[in-house]
Nanobody, 124 residues
Framework: EVQLVESGGGSVQAGGSLRLSCTGS????????MGWYRQGPGNACDLVSA???????YYADSVKGRFAISRDNAKNTVYLQMNSLNPEDTAVYYC??????????????????RGQGTQVTVSS
């Protein structure tokens, strides 16, 4: 059974940093594309960042230059370093494993596998 478990969320003030971690089990992480979605209150699900099996990365325009995704295949873990956080980053962040481009359909994240999510709250 594939499982993804996120950690590292919390509450910070604007300008602060957090690092999210996602540890996978039941599959080999380095053969999967990994990503992070987020869904804020009343908002659709958005793909924030992804790292594919060859190491290429994707970032949403809203987080470019502030967030960094990385992976440690030996630990079956993917990370999302989030810097210069602002209140608009407040959301539940979901780790995802997917090999079809991390689809979002009608505002719903449709990755093959997704974790339970971790809350990130940024206060002004």
């Amino acid at each position: 059974e594939v499982q993804l478990v996120e950690s590292g969320g919390g509450s910070v003030q604007a300008g602060g940093s957090l690092r999210l971690s996602c540890t996978g089990s039941g599959f080999i992480l380095d053969s999967s594309d990994m990503g992070w979605y987020r869904q804020g209150p009343g908002n659709a699900c958005d793909l924030v960042s992804a790292i594919v099996s060859d190491g290429s990365t994707y970032y949403a325009d809203s987080v470019k230059g502030r967030f960094a995704i990385s992976r440690d295949n030996a630990k079956n873990t993917v990370y999302l370093q989030m810097n210069s956080l602002n209140p608009e980053d407040t959301a539940v962040y979901y780790c995802a494993a997917d090999n079809t481009g991390f689809p979002v359909v009608d505002g719903v994240c449709k990755a093959d596998y997704r974790g339970q999510g971790t809350q990130v709250t940024v206060s002004s």
